[in-house]
Structure formats: C-alpha cells, structure tokens
C-alpha cells in the first residue's frame, strides 16, 4: 500500500494509537507485537506516555513474555529511518564491558509496523527497563547524601562514556535519565541523538528548555551538543549531595527542572536560585554554579566537556566582620543628631551655656563727686546766663549758648566715665567681638548641604561602578576563556585530522616501499643479463662490443627504442632509448635488430617482474611501522601540550579574574573606609553646626538684651540720675 511521503504525510494522534493499540492482534505485524498486552488504565485503554513527538506504550510480548516500551510517533521527524539505523548501528558498536554502566537500551526502528485506519505507520520497539527517572529518585532520596554524590559521579562517568565515543544524547533531563534498582543510569528517548554518521543533517529539536543553554541555536547538532546540559545536571546533583535542603528550597514539586530554571540561565544576576547556589558556604556548589553561569552565554561547541574539565572548587567565600558601633550617647548629649548618623560619629557632649560673664548694667548707681559737680555746674551757668542777660551786657546769640554747651559736653564726659557705662560697654564689645569670631550658621548649613550631596552622588557613582567593574572583569575572564578554547578546539582538530591520516599515511609509505622494493629487485635482475654473454638473436660481439662503447651492456642500461627516418637512404633506422632518458644511435643496429634488443628486454623484465617481491619482510615493515608509532607518539604530546597550554591559560584567565577581583574589593574597602571617615566628619560638622548655631544664638540674644539694657545709661537717664539719684 502506497504512502504520501514523509514531509507530506500526517501522522496519528496518541489517542488515535491507543485505539489501535486495543487489538494488537490486527494492527501489528510483527511477530512480538503482534497480540501483545498492552498495560491499561483505569478506564481500560491502552496507557500513554505522550511527549512532544510521539507517546510511548507498555506492550507484553503473547510468544516471548518479554515487556517493551513501544515507541508511536506524532509527528514527522525528517530523515527518521535514516537517522535511527545510523544511531542503532553506533551504539550496536559499543563494547558494554568499556562503559561505565549499561546506559544504552536495545532499540529496533519498524518502519509501517503499526495500522492506524488505513495507514500504516513506523514504531519504535524498545527494551522496557524497571527504573524511575532522575527526579522521582531524588524525591525519594535527595537525604542520602552518599548515594547522591555516588550518583552524580555515575552521571559523570555516563557523560565520559558519550563523549569518548562522540555520542550526543540532545535531550539530557530528568525525564531522560532513568535510575535502575541498583542506582545506574539508563538513557531513553533517542530522537535528538547525534552520532558521527549524521554529521551534516541538522538536530530535530532543541532539547527541554530547563536543561539547555540559551545560546543553542536550531543548527546546533554535534558531539559538544550535551555539554551545557550536563553541567546542569552535575551541578544539581553535587549541589543536592552536598546540602540536601538546597532540593526543598530550589526544586518544586512535580517540577520540569531540577534546581534551575531557563530563566536563571537567561537572567544570572536576577535569579535567586542562582545566588543561592553561588553563595552556598560549601565551595563545590558555589564553583560549580559559578561554572554553570559562566557557561551560560558561550557558544556550545567551545563549551568544554563534563567528563574532562571538571572546574577547581571554588575557595570559600571570604567572610567580612561586622566593624562594632559605639553605644551611641544619651539624645541629650548628641545635640540633636540624626538618627542616620548615630554610631558613625563620636557621642558629643552638650554644647556649653554661653552666658555673659557679667551683666550688663541698665541703671545707674550712687553718684560721685564727679556727678555732684556736674549736677551743680547746670544751675550755675545757667544762673550765669541769666544774670548777664538781665544786666543788659550786649552777648552775641552764640554767646549766650556758650554755658549750655559746656555743660552740655561736661555733662557728657561725666556720663561716659560712669562704671556703668564702661561695663555696658566693655559687655557689648565682647558679645560683638565673639560673634565675629563665630561662623554664619546659615552659611556653613548650606556649605554642608552642597558638600554631603557632591559626596553622596559621588558615592552613588562609585556604588554603581563597582558590579560594572566586576561584570567587565567577569567578561574579560569569559572572553579569554572563550578564545582559548577556539584555540584548544582549533588546534586539537588540526591534530586529530593528522593522526586520523596516519592509518592512510602509513599505508600509502608501506606501498611506496614496496614499490620501491620491486623496482629495485627488477632493476638489478636486469642489470645482470650482459648482452655480451646471452645475446638476442642478431647481435654478434661485434654490434655487443659496439653497444658497451655506448654504455649499454645489460637489460638495465636501455629502455626500449625509438624508430628514425634516414632520409639519405630512404629507410627507417632506430636508436636505443638509454635509462638515462639519453639516446644512443649505435652502428649496425637497424631498426629490426633494436626490436630484437626491446623484445629480449621486455622477456627478462617479465619474467623478472614475475619473480619480484610481493610483501615487505618483517624488518622493514617493522621500521616503517615503528616511523608511524613515532610520528603518532609526536602528534599525541603535540595535543597534550595543546591542552596544557589551554589548561595554562584557563588558569592565567582565572588568575587574572582572581587578582582583578582582590584589587577591585582592596579598592572598594578603602574607598569604603574613606566614605565612613567622611561621614563620620559630616557627623561631626553637623554637631559642630549644632553647637554653632546654639552659640550664635545665645550671643545674639545677649547682645540685644545688652543693647536694650544700655538704653537705660541715655544721656536723659544720667540727667535725671544726677537730680533725683535714679
């Protein structure tokens, strides 16, 4: 029954088998399958596990009693037949006593094995195996930190087995990794599978997101292609193993992951999980975490493999103690000090009282002779004045004043030279004089606001650039890791190819021996028939004689001949074609006899031929084949220090990022150290302020209060003390 073709033809869905699947008796042909017992649900159908591709089936054999796992797919899989006879061939090949466990199932590719209505339609029969996959196992045992570790390592080994046989599995998950009775691993599910034999045709899928590196690509399909996928998975073993609570923290019940998700590859510095794997205490989690983000974003084919570059477990985190804080004083004593500031500056005491240590006087007090003489000097020169008037003495007007004005300024110079007034004085040039001395408050407030706010952008723009700096260290350590590895890979592939060539090499040298060989053997057969002593029929001693003078005297000096036109005599000669490539035309030999000289050569070199050596001795194969060892030898310490350079310049690269990491927290602890030693100066300037402001207040106050006091020393106040004594 013909078929649409592959990329044409629909294909049925899981249901559709399951109904098929409930008489095998009609829709299988194939003498296992047919009349198996499929396993069934509650409901009485035939159970599916279905995935993205097909749905798997549990089918009893009715002849063998033996169980499979039948493979029915939903879905078009370009070159499928191709594909799965290309991997079944490959891991036919694998010598079970060289792997590690016995990962591998026996599968077989039925192509039309099933009918689904009036089509038949390929089946995959698989080997069934009693076993849980990967996360229901750590369900159950995540506890077990033995059996965890021991587990992981199994993996490990597992992984080391694929690549030493360039085997990729291309979907390596929970779902994938089956954990037998006796805790090894079992692969399933071989769709995406890559072997050597499908070099060239592209992958059929990119693998379960949870597991795959965000830099895989749909043309991603080769060797290196599980590599991300099993540090994932090795990480998370190792990181269970070592702290079992890390499964209840990360993982989610049912979950289609195991500690990570895409998301944590995609976005390192915002996952959770992520960081708090790299900062887990026990350095093997956080230097494989490390391991896993750094691979993150490196194309898959310079990713290096699980089985041989197992990262140096991280130191542990260097911890940092916490500086103790001063109690901070009483609120009392700190003179108001923010709350943001405490601890930071040293507790201050309250600032002083500023009180004038004299007050300032607002009277004046018992008179003195000096007042006594003032106070009569007024009624007499005016008294004076009067009588001159009243006498009629002619007094010019300012003459007339003349009294009043001296008693005007005796008046004045006797208030000024009153204790009083000196103290108020002497008072009041002190409060103004300490007040000089004092800095505006408003100015030095605004003078601190402008310098804490260029500290703290300063410090924001530090901040900021301390994880830039870290990041651009951490992508330069990526980058140099990242071109040694095209290096590594670049230079170990130039190797590979000289010693894949070495086979052939040494076949085509042992050919050229014995080439060699049989040209020699023949040549020196040839070179002991002398003309002279066994002529061909013709050629007397004479033409032999003749023929030595020009060098030929055995089979081995001449070749053949070569016929030549006389045009004197109208005939055809011949001259003797020389080993040499020279010609010798030699007297007497005419063209019938040179045919005699060719055919008599001809018959010694047949038969010499016939005799030749057909195989190199064993000495000789021996030296040739000691050559090729070695050469192989060479190109096998030429990878290996390929390698060490590689290794050499992971450690330069890692070395680098170490000592740029050290500096980079050296420079930010002082900086650090500096900013607190700032602050604690802001602290400081603050209380200073405080204390500032509180004194320029208090001298304020006591300077107006002084000058509100002086105004009871007026010159009408000391007029009217002189006459009433208050």
């Known amino acids: 029954m013909g078929s649409p073709t592959g990329a044409q033809r629909q294909f049925p869905s899981g249901a559709a088998y399951a109904e098929a699947l409930q008489h095998t008796q009609l829709c299988f042909d194939h003498p296992e399958l047919k009349g198996a017992r499929p396993e069934l649900t509650k409901l009485g159908l035939p159970r599916a596990i279905s995935g993205a591709f097909a749905s798997v089936f549990s089918l009893t054999s009715a002849t063998s009693g033996r169980r499979y796992a039948v493979k029915c797919f939903t879905r078009h899989v370009p070159d499928q037949e191709t594909r799965y006879k290309a991997i079944s061939s490959r891991l036919a090949q694998l010598d079970p006593a ?41 369900d159950d045992n995540h506890t077990d930190r033995f059996a965890v570790d021991r587990l992981a390592d199994r993996f490990e080994a597992l992984t080391r087995d694929l690549s030493e046989h360039e085997i990729a599995h291309g979907d390596l998950q929970h779902g994938n990794l089956l954990v037998a009775n006796d805790d090894t691993l079992r692969l399933v599910d071989y769709d995406g599978m890559y072997v050597p034999a499908l070099a060239g045709l592209g992958g059929t899928e990119r693998g379960h997101r949870n597991y795959q590196s965000p830099m895989r690509g749909n043309d991603d399909f080769g060797a290196a292609l599980d590599r991300f996928s099993a540090w994932v998975i090795f990480m998370s073993l190792k990181a269970t193993a070592a702290d079992p609570a890390l499964w209840h923290r990360l993982h989610e019940p049912s979950g289609e992951f195991l500690l990570l998700t895409e998301e944590d590859f995609k976005n390192p510095g915002g996952s959770t999980g992520l960081q708090t794997l790299l900062a887990h205490p026990d350095p093997t989690v956080s230097g ?37 804080v001063p109690p901070t004083a009483p609120a009392a004593s700190t003179g108001g000090l923010p709350g943001w500031m405490t601890g930071h500056v040293p507790p201050q005491t309250a600032p002083p009282s500023v009180v004038p240590s004299t007050t300032s006087p607002d009277s004046f007090h018992t008179r003195t002779p000096l007042d006594v003489v003032t106070a009569a000097l007024w009624p007499l020169l005016l008294a004076a004045t009067a009588l001159m008037i009243a006498a009629g003495f002619p007094v010019p007007l300012i003459g007339a004043g003349a009294p009043v004005i001296v008693a005007v300024l005796i008046t004045a110079f006797a208030r000024n030279r009153r204790v009083e007034r000196m103290q108020s004085r002497a008072v009041l040039t002190r409060l103004t004089d ?72 040494l076949r085509r040298t042992l050919a050229k021996a014995l080439a060699d060989k049989q040209t020699t053997y023949v040549r020196d057969q040839l070179s002991r028939r002398l003309i002279a002593q066994s002529p061909p029929h013709g050629i007397g001693p004479t033409l032999a004689a003749r023929l030595a003078a020009e060098g030929i005297r055995t089979a081995a000096d001449f070749t053949g001949y070569r016929p030549v036109q006389n045009s004197s005599y109208n005939s055809t000669g011949a001259v003797l074609v020389l080993s040499s490539g020279r010609v010798a035309n030699v007297q007497g030999i005419g063209e019938a006899k040179a045919i005699a000289l060719d055919i008599w050569r001809k018959d010694l070199f047949a038969s010499a031929v016939a005799r030749q050596p057909t195989a190199l001795n064993a000495m000789e194969r021996q030296q040739i084949e000691r050559d090729a060892t ?97």
Not at 116 to 133: D, F, H, N, S
């Open 98 to 138: 060289e792997l590690s466990q016995p990962w591998n199932l026996g599968f077989e590719y039925l192509p039309d094995a099933i009918g689904v209505g009036p089509e038949r339609y390929p089946v995959l029969k698989m080997e069934w195996i009693e076993a849980v996959t990967l996360s229901a196992w750590l």
């Open 288 to 324: 494989l975490a490390d391991q896993v983000r750094s691979l993150a974003f490196q194309p898959l084919d310079v990713l290096p493999p699980l089985a041989h570059a197992i990262p140096k477990q991280r130191t542990a985190a260097t911890t940092t103690a916490a500086a103790s």
């Open 434 to 505: 300490e007040l000089a001395q004092l800095e505006d408050p408003v100015k030095a407030a605004e003078k601190l606001r402008k310098d804490k706010a260029k500290f703290d952008a300063a410090e924001t723009k530090r901040t900021a650039a301390y994880p830039q700096a870290q990041d651009k260290l951490t992508a330069q350590y990526h980058a140099e890791l990242k071109e040694a590895e095209k290096r590594n890979v670049r230079k170990q592939r130039d190797i590979d190819k000289k010693i894949d060539g070495l086979s052939e090499e």
């Open 630 to 726: 070695r050469r192989r030898a060479q190109l096998n310490d030429q990878r290996k220090a390929v390698e060490s350079g590689t290794e050499a310049a992971r450690k330069q690269a890692r070395k680098n990022l170490e000592d740029g990491q050290e500096r980079l927290s050296r420079e930010n602890t002082l900086a650090g150290d500096r900013a607190r030693q700032q602050r604690q100066e802001f602290g400081r300037r603050t209380v200073a302020l405080q204390q500032n402001s509180a004194i320029h207040k208090t001298l304020s106050a006591s300077r107006d209060a002084a000058k509100l006091r002086r105004r009871g020393l007026s010159y009408a106040c000391y007029m009217r003390f002189l006459y009433i004594g208050r």
